[in-house]
Each structure stands twice: as structure tokens, then as C-alpha cells.
């Protein structure tokens, strides 16, 4: 099955430095990702998405992806945090009848 | 426009009891999915509706999961009975053919405790 792998399951930074989250997705043609972010208590929330056209995908809050189909990576990053990023951050892959397959989530910890 | 709405936000139940989960898609939005979220893990899809019929439902455990979508609007998602390890948050999202492929709306989804 077509799946994503998230490497960390936490991450912590410190406010103002830069985020990086680990993807990997399993080798397919032209593959539809996504990154979802979920604060506590709220629904799930689209960062920003591939569909095969710019590789550099820009997203809310100053997140960008880079989709790199020779590492099948799609990593996601931030340049200086802040204190509202940390929330837990999910790498999704598009399937067919428009269905998602989530990956098991990265916590990201901001610290003061 | 409003958001998915789900109901209630927080249940706890004993096992073998039944619950019942409610989710009220944004207003127009032809696709509804439940999923399941065990702590830890990323949101897995129970079912899919398009309108009132089913796409795909091959992840529901039938056994003790039972939804529906009555008039292609409103939809409950049944547990009967609750297993311990049906402990978990349950996510509505809602879809529509204009918006870009893929696109879900989540709602704030119930959490379930089973004791």
C-alpha cells in the first residue's frame, strides 16, 4: 500500500530557531501530499499541498515543503518558530476516491 | 461559512455499552469521512459517503460499527458494543467537488474513553 513515513514523532525546538520535519513517501508516480497541522482541541487544519506542480509548496503561517522525488521526500520547514507552531503535524498522502492516508504524526515542542 | 460540527465533544462509556457520534458536514459538501484516531497514531478512515451512499467502508469493523447518512446531510456513527480498544478521538470531514481535490474539513472531532 502507498503510505508516508513520519522519521520523529517529537521534535523540539526553541522559539526563533528553525523547524524541520521529516517525510518520506513510498515510491509512486506522482503522488498527492500534504501537510495537516492539529492543535489541541481543534480539527485538523491543511498547511499546504503538492499536486505536481511546483516543487517548493508554500503554506499558512510561513511553512513551506519541498517535494524531491530522487530522495522521495517531502519534508516540511520553517525558518525561526514560534510559540503558536507547536501543535502536532501530520504527513498525508492523497489516494484514489479523494482519500487520505494520514502518517503517525510529528509533536512539535517550542521552547522559550 | 460554518464549520464541521461534531457531537459531543467528549464521551465516556463502560465496555459493551453503545455510543452514538453525530457529525453535521459544511452546508453543500457532497463527502463525508469518519475516521478513527488512537492516541499516538495518525488519523485512519473508517468510512466514506458520497451523498447518502457509501464509497467505501472496507476499514469499518461491521461487527460493532454502524454509520449512516440519511439525506446526504447529517451523519451518526454507532459503536455497539464498545471495545477498550475503541478508545480513541472520532474525526468528521467533509469534502466538496469544487473544492480542490483532496481538500477535507476536519471538524474538532468526539474523544471516547472506554473504561
Known amino acids: 500500500a502507498q503510505s508516508v513515513t513520519q522519521l520523529d514523532s517529537h521534535v523540539s525546538v526553541s522559539e526563533g530557531t528553525p523547524v524541520l520535519l521529516r517525510c518520506n513517501y513510498s515510491s509512486s508516480y506522482s503522488p498527492s501530499l500534504f501537510w495537516y497541522v492539529q492543535h489541541p482541541n481543534k480539527g485538523l487544519q491543511l498547511l499546504l499541498k503538492y499536486t505536481s506542480a511546483a516543487t517548493l509548496v508554500k503554506g499558512i503561517n510561513g511553512f513551506e515543503a519541498e517535494f524531491k522525488k530522487s530522495e522521495t521526500s517531502f519534508h516540511l520547514t520553517k525558518p525561526s518558530a514560534h510559540m503558536s507552531d507547536a501543535a502536532e503535524y501530520f504527513c498525508?498522502?492523497?489516494?484514489?476516491?479523494?482519500?487520505?492516508?494520514f502518517g503517525s504524526g510529528t509533536q512539535l515542542t517550542v521552547l522559550p | 461559512e460554518a464549520g464541521v460540527a461534531q457531537s459531543p465533544r467528549y464521551k465516556i462509556i463502560e465496555k459493551r455499552q453503545s455510543v452514538a457520534f453525530w457529525c453535521n458536514p459544511i452546508?453543500?459538501?457532497?463527502?463525508l469521512y469518519w475516521y478513527q484516531q488512537i492516541l499516538g497514531q495518525g488519523p485512519k478512515l473508517l468510512i466514506q459517503f458520497q451523498n447518502n451512499g457509501v464509497v467505501d467502508d472496507s476499514q469499518l469493523p461491521k461487527d460493532r460499527f454502524s454509520a449512516e447518512r440519511l439525506k446526504g446531510v447529517d451523519s451518526t456513527l454507532k459503536i455497539q458494543p464498545a471495545k477498550l480498544e475503541d478508545s480513541a478521538v472520532y474525526l468528521c470531514a467533509s469534502s466538496s467537488v469544487t473544492s480542490g481535490v483532496y481538500e477535507q474539513y476536519f471538524g474538532p472531532g468526539t474523544r471516547l474513553t472506554v473504561t
Open positions: 498525508v498522502r492523497g489516494g484514489s476516491a479523494r482519500q487520505l492516508t
Open positions: 452546508s453543500g459538501h457532497a463527502t
